[in-house]
């Protein structure tokens, strides 16, 4: 198995998710976070996680006991084939982390951090020798959806970035190549995009936070889990392809982007959407949405598995 022993660095439910997923799929993972009670919480974590992961058929080979913990980062990155880092998105707490693992990580170890609003590029200063650091940005949980965003660059060693997306696809994930630097990297500009339009229906009285919430999961979400945007265009015209909708429907598209709003996350803005989210909870604790979430998400994966091997 290549990347036999994996190290998991941050300890929170990013940290904590990869660990269960690496778990299960056969590998030793050591995990570092300096808080008394990441043993625990991780160790919880991954009860809770491994029925899930069982259930989607991902533990076939793996055991939920092939876990140390370590308040030290090197003694964790130490003999790791693979480290994946998943703590906070503060630049000078990553560059300190990175110049502490840096002495002791294998030579031909890859680091992948978890960021999702930083760039790999201002990553990079943390080492000495970035060579082996690739972005490799999850969407939460981990363990669930399998979207894994991976990115190298000029400084990056060849070779590192295909070796990342390899390990990724051995759990069990889906890989992108991200080509560019941008902020938020591609799926959360896209969801960012489909946010600011969501608030603005609300703001702008057309629809209640949780009817805007239901179009989406009940309409385009649910043929997104399916393909993409510009392929379901594409097969909404008929044999015409994309060419055939871009000519019937240039101007309709055109007329909307004009029109799409441009809110701002000012105070008002934010007591609005969160009034409206505890309105569309209807009394339900974050417990409960979140294990709503996670059912339906393992329904989901079930069905589609199939279709993406």
Known sequence: MEFQHASALGAGVI??????????????????????????????????AWPTLTELGLTDRGTPD???????????????AFIQESVPERLTVKHALFAEIEPRMAREAIIASSAS?????????GFADPSRLVLGHPFNPPHLVPLVEVMGNEATAPGVADAAARFYEAVGKVT?????????????????AVWREAIHLVQSGVASTG???????????????AMGPTTL???????????????HF?????????DLGKPYLDDETIAVI???????????????QSAQRDAMITAMQKALRPFRK
Request: glycine share 12%; proline share 5%.
């Open 274 to 288: 969160v009034a409206g989210a505890a309105e569309a909870a209807n009394g339900a604790s974050h417990a409960e």
């Open 250 to 258: 240039r101007d309709t598209f055109n007329g909307w982007w004009d």
């Open 211 to 225: 009817d805007v919430d239901k179009a989406m999961a009940a309409g385009p979400g649910l043929r997104w889990a």
């Open 15 to 48: 940290g904590a998710s990869w660990t269960a997923l690496f778990l299960a799929s056969g590998r030793s993972v050591a995990v570092y976070d300096p808080s008394p009670n990441a043993e625990k919480m991780v160790r919880d974590y991954i009860d809770t």
């Open 176 to 192: 992108i190549r991200v080509h560019r630097e941008v902020p938020g990297h591609v799926a959360n500009r896209l969801q960012a």
């Open 233 to 247: 265009f594409s097969l909404g015209a008929g044999p015409g392809g994309m060419q055939a909708f871009c000519d």
């Open 66 to 80: 092939a876990v140390t913990f370590h308040q030290n980062a090197g003694d964790a990155v130490e003999g790791a």
């Open 117 to 125: 609003g930083l760039t790999l590029g201002q990553m990079q200063p």
